[in-house]
């Protein structure tokens, strides 16, 4: 699977996006840019995932460039239970196993 | 919304003890995995399950790491002998469509 990078941590004001960034650069056109985040050591939720289309669920949207090389998670109003670390996974398919990074720490503020 | 249920939420237990972790998938999925996160680090693949057999397992699922299905809804695993570095949550996953992972709330194991 390829190996993404992402941001250490970011900070966003309630009610405002949260634009969370990553880098897939080596992906492969096969390959799915899957989201997942983790609130305070609960278990991972699923969010969202995509492979060319940018993709719009109840949760947030997913932008992937053309060239696949990078993506954005928006999550268009941030709230404060929103805060929790994000992971960008890619994998060969949803059954995929899941590599976690260390995933980008969004901090949402009043 | 269906949920993936784990017990015990919290289990303390004395090296060379064996444990057994549960979990209840969703009922209509079809593969599971148990994944493990020691505190303050990232989340590790243990092992993926299909089919009533292991499809996968990382180096941390060594001879002392089991899984099992006992019925049609229970989803165990157990540790032999537990060491100190077994310390750590335990997440149960299932998942049944192309929709992503459903995880459950976790056991965190303690040993002492």
């Known amino acids: 699977d390829a190996k993404t990078t992402q941001p250490p941590s970011m900070d966003c004001a309630e009610g405002r996006a949260a634009n969370l960034p990553c880098n897939h650069s080596?992906?492969?056109?096969?390959?799915?840019v899957y989201w997942y985040r983790q609130i305070h050591s609960q278990g991972p939720q699923y969010i969202i995932h995509?492979?060319?289309n940018n993709e719009t669920n109840e949760m947030a949207s997913l932008i992937i460039t053309e060239d696949r090389k990078s993506s954005t998670l928006i999550l268009p109003h941030a709230t404060l239970r929103d805060t929790a670390v994000y992971y960008c996974?890619?994998?060969?398919?949803?059954?995929?196993?899941?590599?976690f990074g260390k995933g980008t720490m969004l901090l949402v503020s009043p | 919304e269906p949920e993936v249920t784990q017990t015990p939420s919290h289990q303390v237990t004395q090296m060379g003890q064996e444990v057994i972790l549960r979990c209840v998938p969703i009922?209509?999925?079809?593969?599971f995995y148990w994944y493990r996160q020691i505190l303050g680090q990232k989340v590790e693949f243990l092992v993926s399950?299909?089919?009533?057999?292991?499809?996968?397992k990382s180096e941390i699922f060594d001879d002392q790491f089991s899984v099992e299905r006992p019925d049609g809804s229970n989803f165990t695993l157990k540790i032999r002998s537990t060491k100190l570095e077994d310390s750590a949550m335990y997440f149960c996953?299932?998942?049944?469509?192309?929709?992503?992972?459903?995880f459950g709330s976790g056991t965190r194991l303690t040993v002492v």
């Open positions: 996953a299932s998942m049944g469509t192309l929709y992503g992972y459903t």
């Open positions: 995509g492979l060319k």
């Open positions: 399950f299909y089919n009533n057999e292991i499809s996968e």
């Open positions: 009922s209509n999925h079809l593969y």
């Open positions: 996974i890619a994998v060969n398919s949803g059954y995929s196993t899941l590599t």
């Open positions: 080596t992906i492969s056109g096969n390959e799915y």
